[in-house]
C-alpha cells in the first residue's frame, strides 16, 4: 500500500516483520507503530509475524484519521485490519502446503591457509606459532542449512455452524551451527447461528511457540573464524583446553564461542468471543471480549573458557490482555437517503510483569543456565522483577449519511480515558469528519462509458497518543540505589529515578486529506491518489533542565510540534482477463516529508 514502509530484521519468522510505519513517523518519544488487529483482538507487529498467509482472508491499512476513529489513541499512528479464514459452511474441506529448502554460505572472506600463513610469516620475518594443523575455520562454524514448513487447514460444518482450524510448524537450521528456529500456530475458529439467523455467535483460539537459538555475538564469531590462527586445532586440544593465539590473545577460539548460548521462547495465546444479535431488523447489538497472554524467556550463557569467571542470565516476561466492547448499531433508508449510527464503548487493561537474574563466577561449565544456584556472584542490580499495569476506557459514536447513494458526509467523536496520565489530562476527546462523492453517478458522467468508477473524498481529523510514556511516568517511582550497613544489617536503599511531570497529556494529531478514485474501462486500469498533511502538538520530548534546580538533567514534557505531509499514488492495470487466466499489475508510489516544527517552549 502507498505510505506504507515495512522492514524486516532477515530472520525468520513467519513474516519476518521488524517495523511498519504509515505514513512516517509522527512522534519523537514513540508509539509511532501501527496498531494491529487480529480477528478484532488487540496485536501487535510480533504478532502479525506469526500469522501464515495462508490462513490470511484480507488485509486491510487505515491511514485517515477519519478511517482510524473507531480505534481512538490506539490507531493514532494507523491501523491494519487482519482478517483470518473462517468456516465456509460447504461442508468438509482439507488443504496442505509445504516446502523444504537447503542454504549453504555463498561468499566469505578469503584468509591464508595453514601452509600460507607460515609462508607469509616467514617471508615477512615475523615470529609465528605453528599449531601443526591446517584448519579452516569458516568451515568449524557453518554448516548446510536446512528449513522446512508445513501449513494443514481443514473446515466444515453448515451456514448456521460451521469451523474451521489450522496449523503451522516451521523449522530452521541455518547455515551457522548454534543458531535455529523453530515455531509452531494453531488456530481453531466457530461460528454459531441462532433464533433463525437473529443471532451471530464467533469464537476463536489461537496459540503460537517459538524456540529460537541465536547467536551471542555474531560479530565476535565471525571475526574469530577469520582472524583465529589457521595451524590450530578445530577443537579443543589433548587436555581439552582451547588454543589461543599468545600472540593475539583476545581472539577467542570460534569452537569455544559455539558453546556461548543466546536462547529464547515466545509464547502467545489468546482467545475473543463476538456476538451479534438483531434486536430489530436495523437495530444490531454487538458484543465482544478478549483474552491475550504473552510469555517471552531469555536465557544466556557465556563459559568460562570465554569469560574470566563465565556469565549466566534468565529472564522471563508476561503480559495479559484484556479487553472488552459493547456497542449498538443503527440502520435506516428512507426515500433517497441512508442512516447509519453506532455508539459503543469499550474497556482495555495491559498487564506486564517481568524477573530477571543474571550471575558469575560458574562452578563448572556443565550446567550451561540451568543451574544458577552454582553461581558464586550476583552482582548489584542483577537481580530484579517489574510490575506494571494501565487501562484504557473508551466511549464513541459515529453517524454516516449519504444521500442517492453519491454524497456522504461521517461524523464520529472518540473519548479516551488512559491510566497513564494525571487526573487533571485523563481524558481526551478526539473528533472526526469526512466527505464523499460519487461523481461516476451524477448526470454528466453516466454516459461516459470508459470512465467506470470516479470517488471524491476529503475528511479532517484529530486522534491522541500515549505510546511515549509507561504506565508510572507520570508518578514519583523509586528504585533501589545502593546498599548500606544499618545497624550491622545490610540495607538497600531507595530513590527517585526520573524528575516527575505530573502534568503530561495526551499528544495530539490533526490530519486533513484529500483523494480520488479512478477506474477506467471496466476499472481494467485504476488509479488512486491521496493527498495528506497532518500536524502533531503537544509532542513528548526529553528535555535538558538544570541540576539543581531539578534532581535529574532530564525532564518530560508536552512542548514539541511536528508535521507530516505527503502525496501518495497508486496505479493497478489488468492487461489481460480471460474466462481461465488474470493478470494484475500494481504500482505503489509516495512522496513523504517530515519536518520538526519547534521543541521550545515554557514549562511551568
Known sequence: SAGVNVTTNGTDRLAMLNSIRVRGTTSIMGGNDPLVIIDGVTSDIATLSTIYPADIESFTILKNATETAMYGSRGASGVIEIKTKKGTGRGFEISYDGNYGFESMYKHLQMLNGPEYIATAEALGLDYNNGGYNTNFHDVITRTGLIHQHHLAFSGGSENSNYRASFGFMDHNTIVKVNDYRNLVVKLDATQKAFDGRLVGDFGVYG??????????????FYSAAAQNPTYPAGTDVNG???KNSAASHINHPGALLYEKNDSEERNFNTHLGLKFNILDNLILSAFGS????????????????WAQGNVYRGEFKGEDYFTNVSLSYNNAWGDSHLDAVVGAEYLKQVRTGLWVQAKGITTNDFSYNNIGATSSRPFGGTSSSYEDQSLASIMGSVTYSYKDRYSIAAALRGDGSSMVSDNNTFGFFPSVSLGWDVKKEGFLSDTDFITMLKLRTGYGRSGNLGGITSYTTLNTVKENGIVSINGAPTVTMGSIRNTNPDLKWETRSTFNIGFDLGIWDNRLMLTSELYYSKTTDMLYEYDVPVPTFAFDKLMANIGSMSNQGVELGISVVPIQRKDMEMNINFNMSYQKNKLLSLSGEYN
Open 208 to 221: 503460537y511457540s517459538s524456540k529460537i537459538h541465536d547467536i551471542f555475538d555474531t560479530r565476535m564469531l
Open 241 to 243: 583446553n582451547w588454543v
Open 291 to 306: 483474552y491475550s497472554y504473552s510469555s517471552t524467556g531469555n536465557a544466556q550463557f557465556c563459559p568460562t573458557w570465554v
